[in-house]
């Protein structure tokens, strides 16, 4: 048997509501195309690219993780960190596509498929098969034991009577159904290596399915890398150090209903904020006379990021305005001209940064914030 879904009580129930609320905000903000939605998209993949592996000790930097999510080389990760870094991309790449699959069903095989697209430049951990004995959870700082996985034997069945479960018709809300996905393969531990990402993997694969919004716009994987202790903490509490599925799992859904409720709120904000910077940069090179698809270079400067003649390439990779690497040399050649951008580094390290003009458009914007709510949902 795998973990109960807990029937909602009604304070989980309004908090439920709440994001549904942000989430058809979103809706409506990102139903007309727009090119900055396009950033955005990238830079949040990105982002959960980099908190789902953070988590896992994958140290990376966003400039590095946006690299990766455009499929470039990036420039300061250390090689284990950019494989995984991939690994996990092409997985969520994968799940992206299976979000409109009418053919579409979860299986133990496609499990294990996800799992393989992850950990594969490291054979030792079996990528794409179970484990091939028992697996304990260890506490970096001291070296307890904090979880046992369940027997090996219980494994393989433990996964059919997942993807059953998902496969069956339900009313369970979609933001549950997914968390009950990443509760339950994280418990079982079905794997070696790999559990956590394959676990927020899965349940960023359940929410895509649900048809509302992109999961990059609705991953929580941000969320969690920010706030890895709590993650670990509600997963113990509700785990109990082992294979105990008929243990409360409440904890847990109101940690993923709390986690949904803020990165929704950051997200509605970061669209907005979004919006209005676009505007203010499309002004500007209009006014200074340059190529109307450097606005996407520049955007990603704006907001912090180092841009590259490859990065900024494969902005176009999918549309009629794809560009050469001469193209995009010139291009970035006359926005350091224009004294929007700064030029550092020398050949494979050769990128570009915003100069005062980009970052006073970026601190208009972020002036323009209400206050953050960080109130507890729950508290009584």
């Given at each position: 048997?795998?973990?109960?879904t807990p029937?909602?009580d ?13 989430k058809?905000a979103?809706r409506f903000?990102?139903a007309e195309p727009r090119r900055w ?11 959960a690219?980099?908190?789902s592996?953070?988590?896992e000790?994958?140290?990376?930097g ?9 499929g ?6 250390d ?7 991939r ?6 790449t994968y ?13 133990d095989?496609l499990?294990k498929?996800l799992?393989?697209?992850?950990t ?9 098969r ?5 697996i304990y959870?260890?506490?970096?700082t001291?070296?307890?034991i904090?979880?046992?996985g369940?027997d090996?034997d ?6 059919r ?5 998902l496969n069956?018709?339900t ?5 549950v ?11 079982v531990?079905p794997?070696?290596d790999?559990n956590?990402?394959?676990?927020r993997?899965?349940?960023s ?19 969690l890398?920010q706030?890895?202790q709590a993650y670990y ?13 008929r243990r409360d ?7 993923t209903l709390?986690?949904?409720l803020?990165q929704?709120r ?7 904020e ?16 340059l190529?109307?698809?450097?606005t996407m270079?520049?955007f990603?400067?704006?907001?912090g ?6 990065t900024?390439?494969?902005?176009f ?9 001469a193209?995009?040399?010139r291009?970035l050649?006359?926005l ?6 700064e030029a550092?580094?020398?050949?494979r390290?050769?990128h570009y940064?915003?100069k005062?003009?980009?970052?006073e458009?970026r601190q ?5 914030r ?11």
């Amino acid at each position: 048997m795998l973990f109960d879904t807990p029937e909602l009580d009604e304070r989980e129930r309004q908090v439920l509501s709440q994001v549904e609320e942000l989430k058809a905000a979103l809706r409506f903000q990102l139903a007309e195309p727009r090119r900055w939605a396009g950033s955005l998209r990238r830079v949040s993949l990105a982002r959960a690219i980099q908190g789902s592996n953070s988590i896992e000790g994958y140290e990376a930097g966003l400039d590095d993780a946006v690299d990766v999510a455009a499929g470039e080389e990036p420039l300061e990760a250390d090689e284990e960190t950019r494989l995984a870094l991939r690994g996990y991309r092409d997985a969520m790449t994968y799940v992206l596509q299976l979000a409109e699959d009418e053919d579409f069903q979860y299986s133990d095989q496609l499990l294990k498929s996800l799992h393989y697209m992850m950990t594969n430049y490291a054979l030792k951990n079996r990528p794409g098969r179970w484990r091939a004995g028992s697996i304990y959870v260890r506490n970096d700082t001291t070296g307890e034991i904090v979880h046992e996985g369940a027997d090996l034997d219980l494994v393989p069945g433990l996964m059919r009577e997942l993807a059953a479960e998902l496969n069956a018709g339900t009313e369970c809300p979609d933001i549950v159904r997914a968390a009950m996905a990443h509760l339950n393969l994280v418990m079982v531990h079905p794997f070696r290596d790999g559990n956590g990402r394959m676990a927020r993997c899965l349940q960023s694969l359940v929410l895509a399915r649900s048809g509302t919004l992109s999961p990059v716009f609705m991953s929580i994987e941000e969320y969690l890398g920010q706030n890895t202790q709590a993650y670990y903490d509600v997963l113990g509490e509700v785990g109990g150090s082992s294979w105990q599925p008929r243990r409360d799992a409440r904890p847990w859904v109101r940690f993923t209903l709390t986690a949904h409720l803020r990165q929704a709120r950051t997200m509605l904000q970061r669209v907005k904020e979004s919006e209005r910077m676009w505007a203010e940069l499309e002004t500007l090179v209009q006014g200074r006379g340059l190529p109307e698809r450097s606005t996407m270079a520049l955007f990603d400067a704006m907001i912090g990021l180092r841009v590259r003649n490859a990065t900024y390439r494969s902005y176009f990779e999918d549309s009629p305005e794809e560009i050469t690497e001469a193209t995009a040399s010139r291009d970035l050649r006359a926005l350091v001209a224009a004294g929007l951008l700064e030029a550092n580094g020398e050949k494979r390290g050769r990128h570009y940064v915003a100069k005062p003009p980009l970052v006073e458009i970026r601190q208009r914007a972020r002036a323009a914030r209400g206050p953050k709510d960080t109130a507890d949902p729950f508290a009584d």
